[in-house]
């Protein structure tokens, strides 16, 4: 009495069974059933096959009837019209009547459904392919194929988008349009890649340079192989989570032999450093002249 009371509580309490009523697939093919009762929150169907004079693969009845409260965690029984194997053996051994009981028929629709099941796995292989039908626990096999990897905090659905997605762009790899495609698809940010170019000029003596204010020494770079990727968003706003996902896009994506620079907005150059300036407080080649803070502390 007890365990009755407690499964017949409130909605949410302990112990208590979710129930749904049963929609009505009875006539319809088994097929089509089966997506009926999964949209209708209910398990994938317990099947039995029975001999009828309807077309086969078709429900002949169904436990429980239509509109009864099932619990959800159990499946809904389906009678599924089949042609025995025991119609395929001397009369001898088969039934007068469909109806008339027959041990060999029962006996032998055990090795027709394990034989249905394995034919059904190899009937539905196309639908792996697909990424509107694929298992979820395929997705990122599916994904592999274009080199894509998504994060575990994505939503499946938004997995699904971008496999629906993932042909088109991978016969663009490379290009601006498909990396930018990408990013907004990985990220969610629309942003802009300006082509052969790159955010400093390089070092130069001579020149009114000054260190970490608006040159840096940096390795020989070709403009034909660089790009900027421009962020609508001010590095501040921009999380470590989502930088590195950006970089992990564009790295993936972009030609193997370019080189690329983040550029967010407000920011042009890079931050002021402290230390030397070439033409501010030291000199090259002028006497070597240095800093009173620098001149009176450790020379180490």
Not at 226 to 241: N, S
Request: overall charge neutral; cysteine-free; glycine content about 8%.
């Amino acid at each position: 009495m007890e365990q009755a009371g407690t499964r017949s509580g409130r909605a949410g309490s302990p112990g208590r069974t979710r129930k749904l009523p049963v929609p009505d697939v009875t006539g319809l093919s088994r097929k089509i059933a089966e997506k009926v009762l999964a949209s209708a929150g209910f398990l994938p169907p317990k099947v039995h096959f029975v001999e009828s004079y309807e077309q086969a693969d078709t429900l002949v009845a169904q436990m429980p009837e239509r509109g009864t409260l099932w619990d959800v965690d159990k499946p809904v029984t389906i009678h599924v019209t089949r042609v025995s194997w025991v119609r395929h053996l001397p009369s001898v051994y088969r039934p007068k009547r469909a109806e008339d009981p027959s041990f060999l028929r029962d006996y032998l629709w055990i090795f027709q459904q394990v034989l249905d099941s394995v034919s059904r796995k190899i009937d539905s292989v196309p639908e792996l392919f697909n990424p509107g039908t694929t298992p979820p626990e395929f997705l990122a096999w599916l994904a592999s194929w274009f080199a894509i990897s998504f994060d575990e905090s994505m939503p499946e659905a938004h997995r699904r988008r971008i496999l629906r997605e993932a042909p088109m762009l991978f016969r663009m790899r490379g290009t601006r349009p498909a990396i930018v495609r990408l990013v907004k698809l990985f990220s969610g940010l629309d942003v802009e890649i300006e082509e052969n170019r790159w955010p400093y000029r390089g070092f130069r003596i001579g020149v009114a340079s000054t260190i970490g204010l608006d040159t840096m020494i940096l390795p020989e770079i070709s403009m034909s192989q660089t790009f900027v990727v421009r962020i609508p968003m001010a590095f501040e706003e921009v999380g470590e989570d989502l930088l590195l996902r950006l970089h992990k896009v564009i790295e993936a994506e972009k030609p193997a032999h370019s080189n690329y620079f983040l550029q967010f907005t407000g920011v042009e150059g890079v931050t002021e450093y402290e230390g030397m300036r070439v033409g501010v407080s030291s000199q090259i080649g002028i006497g070597m002249t240095v800093d009173e803070a620098t001149d009176k502390g450790d020379p180490y």
